[in-house]
């Protein structure tokens, strides 16, 4: 049984991911978050399994994270904690940089010290057990495209906000270590993430949020920003994937297939909650759709090609755009119902 560390576990990504790493695996996992604003607290305190052991703590605070190395022995990493939202990166970057940088450096080098005895060659005890480190990213590293092509695993990286940067950082953090010490890592870069329990200010819990209560459902500049939309139970399999299976210095890109107008996004929420459960005056729901001032820096499109993780690792999502958020929505309308 491996020893599985899902930092950042109480957020979008990692309850999901250790939800099916429970079902998909007998190892176990435990779940370190800082417990922050983005964090869902009924998953942390409430989600009880006998293979899952929560533990609060900060991914900065470097004596911590050794302890808690040392105590444990994790010979499995999956790394998501990090902050994600681009406004609030914008207004107050330097968090950006403690958590995804400093944070993700001492995540890796408590790694290093645990299982290797200099470059290149492993302690005794981890000999055997084939450690690996999975740094999960974003498509936004490599900025912004225009209507044509797609970010391959070789687009060079053009960040364009404080969160892009941060994350850009990362990913050469980890990179280096590969290089410098032959250490057991692999990348992933996605595109957007939608599914339950994403945070309330992310932009489909906002539609639907807002567009239930009858506030004006906001939506940055003239809405024709394009997003490649990743189902999150199918990024969880790629990331289980490609731990397992992937060489060491690998980065994959793992997309949807899903590019679709932020304005659309609204559309196609409204149009399901106008069927599911319409407005007591008759008017669609659209008809809140409102135009804001735009996103500083706001990058206009991001499309993946994912063919890298599907020849090599034999990964597809299952998802369609029209099966997720039908999920998606449902599960909204069961939380801001109740």
């Not at 209560?213 to 906001?218: E, L, N």
């Not at 459960?277 to 994912?306: F, L, M, N």
């Not at 020849?311 to 939380?335: C, D, H, M, R």
Request: aromatic content about 12%; overall charge negative.
């Amino acid at each position: 049984m491996h020893k599985i560390l899902v930092t950042g576990g109480a957020g979008f990504i990692g309850s999901n991911l250790i939800e099916y790493l429970l079902a998909n695996s007998s190892d176990h996992i435990y779940n370190l978050d800082k417990l922050t604003y983005a964090a869902d607290l009924d998953f942390a305190h409430n989600f009880k399994h006998d293979r899952l052991t929560f533990i609060e703590g900060d991914i900065c605070d470097a004596a911590f994270v050794k302890e808690l190395f040392q105590k444990h022995q994790f010979d499995k990493v999956y790394h998501l904690a990090a902050e994600s939202h681009v406004d609030n990166s914008i207004e107050n970057p330097q968090v950006f940089v403690e958590t995804n940088v400093n944070g993700t450096f001492n995540l890796l080098h408590t790694s290093y010290q645990l299982w290797m005895e200099q470059p290149r060659v492993f302690k005794t005890a981890f000999q055997t057990t084939q450690p690996r480190f999975l740094h999960i990213s974003t498509d936004e590293v490599y900025g912004s495209l225009e209507d044509d092509g797609f970010f391959t695993e070789t687009t060079p990286y053009a960040p364009s906000s404080p969160y892009s940067a941060s994350k850009a950082a990362s990913d050469h953090l980890v990179m280096s270590y590969v290089h410098t010490y032959g250490f057991p890592a692999v990348i992933t870069n996605c595109s957007n993430n939608y599914g339950p329990r994403q945070h309330d200010e992310k932009l489909i819990p906002v539609v639907i949020r807002k567009a239930l209560s009858g506030a004006p459902i906001p939506i940055y500049g003239d809405g024709k920003n394009v997003r490649d939309w990743l189902y999150v139970t199918d990024h969880c399999q790629a990331l289980h994937t490609v731990l397992e299976n992937a060489v060491t210095g690998e980065n994959y890109n793992v997309g949807g297939k899903n590019e679709i107008r932020n304005i659309d996004i609204a559309h196609h929420i409204c149009k399901i909650l106008d069927e599911v459960q319409p407005r007591e005056d008759g008017q669609p729901y659209a008809s809140q759709i409102t135009y804001v001032k735009d996103r500083p820096g706001h990058d206009y499109r991001y499309a993946i090609d994912p063919t890298k993780i599907e020849e090599e690792l034999n990964w597809q999502p299952a998802e369609t755009f029209t099966t997720g958020i039908k999920k998606t929505v449902e599960w909204y309308l069961k939380k801001y119902n109740s």
